[in-house]
């Protein structure tokens, strides 16, 4: 596609349920990244995919987070048993490389009530 | 550990004024980059410059420019002319290593062009 795709664009979940956030890079973009935006914290780095290469988990704030990129391309966060401190504007990223700059999507809203 | 630092909440500025956003960093690395995005109300992302630790000029790109200055660890965004749609809330950000691996970004900026 012409840029990075998210999706949903909005989700409202139950407390407690399990929620999973589509992302779609631009072709050929070998590097991946998910960051989230909350309210007031700015933007955090979660989680980093480049290549085959095992990806980088710094930044996922609770082992109730997860994140896979099939066939290198398309990415899915989960989130387990969600909470409200989850809510948040969840994005994602790609460049073509590592030393490139990042495009990013327009992010997923999560609501958790 | 790196960490960035944008000191104004808010700026308000007149149509076609220049206008500065200021970032300060800290980082221990020799070799890093910056960067500045712009984020309006539709919450897209928009790259707008960068500038590697190891660049001798100050990066330029259209009406955006980033003035460097390594021994005050300062990158502040200069926007020249501003227009309407400058109108976003304005983030900056570093990596580790020349390049856009992953982020660490300042609280931004939230600038008003005012008509």
């Known amino acids: 596609g012409a840029g990075v795709s998210q999706s949903p664009s909005n989700k409202v979940t139950e407390k407690g349920k399990d929620v999973e956030l589509r992302c779609d890079p631009i072709s050929g973009h070998t590097a991946l990244y998910w960051y989230r935006q909350s309210l007031g914290q700015g933007l955090e780095f979660l989680i980093y995919?480049?290549?085959?290469?095992?990806?980088?988990k710094s930044g996922l704030p609770s082992d109730r987070f997860s994140a896979e990129r099939t066939g290198g391309s398309v990415s899915t966060l989960t989130i387990q048993r969600t909470q409200q401190e989850d809510s948040a504007v969840y994005l994602c990223?790609?460049?073509?490389?590592?030393?490139?700059?990042?495009?990013f999507g327009q992010g997923t809203r999560l609501t958790v009530v | 550990a790196q960490k960035i630092t944008q000191t104004q909440p808010g700026m308000f500025v007149q149509e076609k004024e220049a206008v500065t956003l200021d970032c300060t960093y800290d980082t221990s690395d020799q070799s890093y980059g910056l960067f500045w995005y712009k984020q309006p109300s539709s919450g897209e992302m928009i790259f707008l410059i960068y500038q590697g630790s190891y660049d001798e000029q100050n990066a330029t790109e259209g009406r955006y420019s980033l003035n460097f200055q390594k021994a005050r660890k300062s990158a502040n965004l200069v926007i020249s002319a501003s227009q309407l749609g400058d109108s976003a809330m304005y983030f900056c950000?570093?990596?580790?290593?020349?390049?856009?691996?992953?982020?660490?970004f300042g609280q931004g900026t939230r600038l008003t062009i005012n008509p």
């Open positions: 995919f480049q290549g085959n290469s095992a990806p980088d």
């Open positions: 990223a790609s460049s073509f490389q590592t030393n490139t700059e990042a495009f």
């Open positions: 950000a570093m990596s580790s290593v020349q390049g856009a691996q992953k982020l660490v």
